[in-house]
């Protein structure tokens, strides 16, 4: 694959991870159900962290090879961590099945897309100078 084309799928990956943050952060500030004081708290800590990585993967799309590192540290401990928290949560039956299925999906599938992506551009630098 052209070096140009490695590129381009980190950008990508970049841009499809700061749009999902970006509307999570939004769901969080305006979450439909607030089950009281201790729940807003939550949501506002996980919404000023998750705008946070919003930016972060801005930041890494203005020198997308250098900063591919930030796309791993996305996957792990970030959405392997959510991941699980969800799986956590139908366990011990905090929600359904059903209801976590979506974003496991997207969850699993930005962690192929994301991996897919550092790992395709980790050999940009030696195919450049060689």
């Known amino acids: 694959m052209q070096m140009k084309n490695k590129i381009i799928w980190l950008r990508i ?8 943050d970006g509307l999570a ?3 969080m500030l305006f ?3 607030a089950y009281g004081v201790e729940y807003r708290y939550a949501l506002g800590l996980g919404a000023s ?3 946070g990585w919003t930016f972060l993967l801005i930041w890494a799309d203005r020198k997308p090879l250098e900063r591919k590192g930030v796309l791993l540290l996305t996957v792990f401990p ?16 905090l929600i359904t099945f059903e209801k976590m299925l979506p974003t ?9 897309l ?12 030696s195919e450049a100078q060689g």
């Open 13 to 20: 990956s970049y841009w499809v991870g700061a749009i999902v």
């Open 25 to 27: 952060t939004l769901r």
């Open 31 to 33: 979450p439909k159900i």
């Open 49 to 51: 962290l998750m705008l």
């Open 78 to 93: 970030v959405i392997t961590g959510i991941l699980l928290a969800e799986i956590y949560a139908v366990a011990n039956r």
């Open 104 to 112: 496991g999906i997207l969850l699993v599938a930005l962690i192929a």
């Open 114 to 125: 994301f991996s897919f992506s550092y790992f395709n551009a980790r050999d940009v630098k």
